[in-house]
């Protein structure tokens, strides 16, 4: 067996690989991870080693405790990791407190997870929590017509949510629930995980500015393509928005509510004002 032919590890690398075609992770920027199923450790553990010692998280994540991460490298390249995984990515083992991390896999040429381990981490507990157990998936990068939104917007959910659901008819049924948007923090630490993963139990999509996003799904095709749809769309708005001062048609409030009842989402009525 060869660990790299998991269909998780191949799937991981697909998406930080196409992430990265799309120009949405320049140098080292962005990072993701992946909750591993306990039949998918079950299936790697012999290739698993518990040497190394725990390290700090910087938040405490009682609810993941035992789980397992695939988690993209701080400073690693994700144009690097299709090529070379083992050393770009690595697998993490979350202790029984839910404080401590340990390695068990990967970083073989050495290095830590991603800078973002806090706010990762913490969107997982949040999301395990919320959606029973079922997203597994935390994207973060850099696209830039989003970044670009959030010199222009105002840096509130509402705005964001409507401007964007507007763009495209699919966006209110990819991402009915709306997005959040953080304001500009210093990245890496414990206060912006906080911000963040509070935002997590509203939205699937948080927008950190000037900066990124996050996004939170099942799998990796739905996460994925969630980051795709928002930036599509936002790509949109910046042509409009560069083309003239107010849009001369949009989708009304009274259409989106029709899309909803025909699409059988729900949509929050606050955004629709
Ligand atoms: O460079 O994207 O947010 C990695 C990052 C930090
Ligand atoms: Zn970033």
């Not at 699937?204 to 500015?209: G, L």
């Not at 996460?223 to 928005?241: N, P, Q, Y």
Request: hydrophobic share 35%.
């Amino acid at each position: 067996m060869d660990l790299l032919k998991e269909e998780f590890i191949r799937e991981f690398i697909d998406i930080t690989n196409e992430g990265y075609q799309k120009g949405w992770h320049e140098r080292n920027g962005g990072n993701a991870s992946y909750r591993i199923k306990p039949e998918e450790i079950e299936h790697i553990k012999p290739y698993l080693t518990y040497d190394k010692p725990y390290d700090k998280i910087g938040v405490s994540v009682p609810n993941l405790k035992g789980e397992y991460f695939l988690i993209t490298g701080s400073g690693k390249y994700f144009r690097k990791i299709k090529n070379k995984p083992d050393e770009n990515l690595a697998i993490i083992e979350i202790d029984s407190s839910g404080q401590n991390y340990r390695l068990v896999w990967g970083l073989t040429k050495g290095g830590r997870p991603t800078s973002e381990l806090p706010t990762h981490l913490m969107n997982h507990s949040v999301k395990k929590d919320r959606t029973h157990n079922s997203h597994r998936v935390i994207y973060h990068c850099h696209p830039a017509n989003v970044i670009a939104l959030t010199f222009v917007l105002p840096l509130e959910d509402a705005v964001f949510t409507r401007e964007l659901w507007e763009m495209a008819t699919e966006c209110p049924v990819v991402f009915p629930d709306g997005i959040g948007v953080v304001d500009w923090m210093v990245p890496g630490g414990r206060d912006i995980a906080l911000s963040t993963s509070k935002l997590m139990e509203k939205y699937n999509v948080a927008i950190w500015a000037h900066h990124g996003i996050f996004c939170s799904g099942e799998d990796f095709d739905e996460t994925f393509g969630l980051v795709e749809t928002v930036e599509k769309s936002a790509e949109i708005l910046v042509k409009v928005l560069s083309m003239v001062n107010e849009k001369r048609q949009t989708i009304t409030p009274e259409n989106l509510r029709d899309l909803a009842k025909d699409f059988q989402v729900s949509l929050p009525e606050e955004f629709l004002q």
